[in-house]
């Protein structure tokens, strides 16, 4: 096989999203709380299936979203991650596979296990509320790494919510060492409020001993160092060379080193769900990162790319992102 050398390496979880509008009365009778990703078992997924209507459907999860972004804008990603060996998983295959990004599937030694699936539900303000079924990306291990593919490429992207499986975390940390020895910029997203809140500790020390550039919401990095914003970036600068503070309807602030930038937000006329929004900021700016680009330019692509995933459902480009490089 011919070697190809990627822009980036992306590790997380291999997810089916599943995306339906809803009501806010709806998510007060499920118990679902507006906002927030929470972790379902294989009954209360299929419960949900069978009570929502006309769902989307798309391969995705977090770190995935990001490198269909990065292909979008022209870049060259992989991805690593673990389905299952149902029909759910070979439709993550084929669609990444489709959207430019190199993946290949582990069989997984439990031939019963599901895709892990994102029930996504959207209301009338765009606000989207998660319950996701970690089902096979919950396998992800050290044996499901295959080294050559960070070795070769010249950023590894950390998606947040695989702390929640041990496995999966020894794998990071795997990864991680092998990035550092051959002086591979890592990056890493916090994912979630209460990702962060489940695993603080480890993400300080990760962050503390690996990771160079931090994708985080207000909320996320607040939770993080349970200080003022202000206090928390300051904390965030002495660790990483490289941090982008999504703000929501205020932008981003972002900095390199000692430079510091805000980004203002762009008007959305029509915003219709922000689901991926963080996902397609940092494919935006990796993008950015990879061409040289000065990093408040890199968080103005991101920008831009965030302001079109939320024009329309779900966390897939419907245009080529080459388009916002003009």
Do not use: W
Not at 4 to 19: F, K, Q, R, S, T
Not at 300 to 307: I, P, Q
């Amino acid at each position: 096989m011919t070697e190809i050398n990627y822009d980036i390496a992306l590790i997380g979880n291999a997810i089916v999203d599943i995306i339906a509008q809803t009501s806010d009365s709806m998510l007060k009778e499920l118990a679902i709380e507006k906002g927030a990703m929470q972790i379902i078992d294989a009954e209360k997924a299929d419960d949900l299936l069978k009570i929502i209507d006309n769902p989307m459907i798309f391969s995705g999860g977090s770190a995935a979203n990001t490198a269909v972004g990065f292909s979008s804008f022209g870049g060259i990603a992989c991805f690593l991650g673990q389905t299952g060996s149902d029909e759910f998983g070979e439709l993550f295959e084929k669609n990444i596979n489709e959207a430019g990004i190199f993946f290949q599937r582990k069989q997984n030694n439990n031939l019963f296990e599901k895709t892990s699936k994102s029930i996504i539900l959207v209301t009338p303000d765009a606000e989207r509320s998660m319950s996701t079924f970690l089902g096979a990306s919950t396998d992800f291990n050290i044996n499901c790494v295959n080294e050559e593919l960070i070795i070769n490429s010249n950023i590894l992207y950390i998606e947040g919510y695989l702390f929640d499986q041990p496995e999966a975390k020894k794998a990071i940390y795997h990864c991680c060492r092998i990035a550092k020895e051959k002086n591979i910029q890592i990056a890493l997203s916090l994912s979630d409020l209460f990702c962060v809140e489940r695993h603080r500790k480890d993400f300080l020390s990760l962050i503390s001993h690996f990771i160079d550039i931090v994708f985080a919401n207000e909320s996320e990095l607040k939770s993080l160092y349970q200080m003022d914003l202000s206090s928390c970036i300051n904390k965030l600068k002495k660790v990483v060379s490289i941090g982008a503070i999504t703000l929501g309807s205020k932008g981003s602030f972002i900095f390199k080193n000692r430079f510091e930038y805000n980004i203002n937000a762009n008007k959305i006329e029509n915003l219709i769900d922000t689901t991926g929004a963080g996902d397609l900021f940092a494919a935006g700016f990796l993008y950015g990162l990879s061409k040289s680009l000065s990093v408040d330019n890199c968080g103005s692509l991101g920008t831009k790319a965030a302001s079109e995933i939320i024009t329309y459902y779900g966390a897939r480009p419907k245009i080529s992102l080459k388009n916002l490089l003009s």
